[in-house]
């Protein structure tokens, strides 16, 4: 049941995107992934997905090719890649979780509307099921996106930047939900480029820069040598203080 990604690179028309990467995530594991803009933290997660091509590569989860069984994957993209005007409501967002796994032009049984209705009380979001996307705020359509991930009842659980632009209560409600998966034995992998006080929760954090510069324990990978690689020298250390004066002192 282990995530197996090998040497995956990706160039963007001659450009490096992504410099053969390599890790393995156990079942249970809460994994970061933390870099400057621009480091490929989306890049990496898309091209493990197949969403775009790799120049090389192997992405195996238990001993298969992840892109044959991306219904296992629950994908939450960056904000700005969605589009937020699109008119549907909050209930058909997370249903679309459930369609995908019944296939379209079945209608979902109760089962399925029992699965929404849950996933949706998990985030706190049941009130507002009628409600348009786009007329909630940003950290309500987080969590309308993380209602639709625990609706598909996936194995994998991958989020682009799920804390960007997101208030403490939503950030807790991420939070808990993210360490109920790892204790239910999913995988999850998290990209942030500035983790603040959630770094605490991971079991492991990749820093990424184009290439993996360091992949280990939260203390063990924001050194401040790993952080002039991937940040260059005038960097504000994205750990919190009382992290950081550990590792700084
Ligand atoms: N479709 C594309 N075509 C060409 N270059 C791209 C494309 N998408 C991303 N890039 C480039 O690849 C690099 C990695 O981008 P990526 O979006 O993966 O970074 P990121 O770590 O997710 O950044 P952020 O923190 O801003 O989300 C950047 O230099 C970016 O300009
Ligand atoms: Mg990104």
Redesign the pocket.
């Known amino acids: 049941m282990v995530l197996d990604v090998q040497q995956l690179a990706v160039d ?2 001659g ?1 490096l ?2 410099d053969r990467i390599s890790f393995q995530i156990q079942p249970g594991q809460l994994v970061g992934i933390v ?10 997660l ?1 091209a493990m997905l197949g969403l ?1 091509p790799a120049k090389s590569g192997k992405i195996q989860y238990c001993t298969c090719p992840l892109h044959r069984q991306l219904e296992r994957v629950a994908y939450v993209p ?1 904000r700005s890649q969605i589009d937020w005007d699109y008119p549907i409501t909050v209930w058909n967002v997370v249903m679309m979780a459930r369609t995908r796994q019944l296939g379209w032009f079945r209608t979902p049984g109760r089962p399925s509307k029992e699965i929404v209705k849950t996933a949706l009380e998990r985030v706190e979001m049941d009130t507002l099921q009628h409600r348009r996307i786009g007329e909630l705020s940003g950290g309500q359509q987080q969590r309308v996106f993380l209602a639709r991930a625990l609706a598909q009842q996936a194995d994998l659980f991958f989020f ?2 799920p804390f960007t632009g997101v208030d403490q209560k939503t950030e807790a409600i991420l939070i808990k939900i993210f360490t109920e998966l790892r204790t239910q034995g999913k995988i999850l992998l998290i ?1 942030s ?1 500035d983790w603040g006080d959630a770094i605490t929760q991971l079991d492991r954090l990749l820093l ?1 820069n184009q290439r993996l510069i360091a992949d280990g324990s939260p203390q063990q990978v924001m050194t401040p040598e790993n952080l002039k690689q991937a940040y260059g020298t005038t960097l504000r250390s994205p750990l919190p203080p009382n992290l950081d004066s550990n590792l700084f002192c």
């Open positions: 963007y028309r450009v995107g992504l870099g400057p803009n621009g480091a490929g933290k989306s890049t990496m898309k775009i960056q682009d930047e990209s480029h990424l």
